[in-house]
């Protein structure tokens, strides 16, 4: 299984930046996917998450700011970030919990870190 983020980048404070992360290679099912950051110096922590359907929830930093989504068909998942400050600066990490066949485990898997950077 292989996680593949992207879409970080550099953003002026109040734009905007769409992540994506699409898992690839063995998988049966995906159950809960989601997005962390680590900033600087700081823990990793959660941004969003999504189950299989579709519930989502936010750390409250975030919300009304960002929307996660998912495209099961496809096995993405999706950080739409608007109105970025400086704060949001962090390397963001995509994760998924993934089965590769029936009655196996389901592991967590993490992609591999995309930078947001948000300049004031």
């Known amino acids: 299984v292989q996680l593949q983020a992207s879409g970080g980048g550099l953003v002026q404070a109040g734009g905007s930046l769409r992540l994506s992360c699409a898992a690839t290679v063995n998988i049966f099912s995906i159950n809960n996917m989601g997005w962390y950051r680590q900033a600087p110096g700081k823990q990793r922590e959660l941004v969003a998450a999504?189950?299989?359907?579709?519930?989502?929830n936010y750390t409250d930093s975030v919300k009304g700011r960002f929307t996660i989504s998912r495209d099961n068909a496809k096995n993405t998942v999706y950080l739409q970030m608007n109105s970025l400050k400086p704060e949001d600066t962090a390397v963001y990490y995509c994760?998924?919990?993934?089965?590769?066949?029936?009655?196996?485990?389901?592991?967590?898997?993490w992609g591999q870190g995309t930078l947001v950077t948000v300049s004031a």
């Open positions: 999504i189950t299989s359907g579709g519930r989502t």
């Open positions: 994760n998924a919990d993934i089965s590769t066949g029936w009655r196996t485990p389901v592991y967590r898997y």
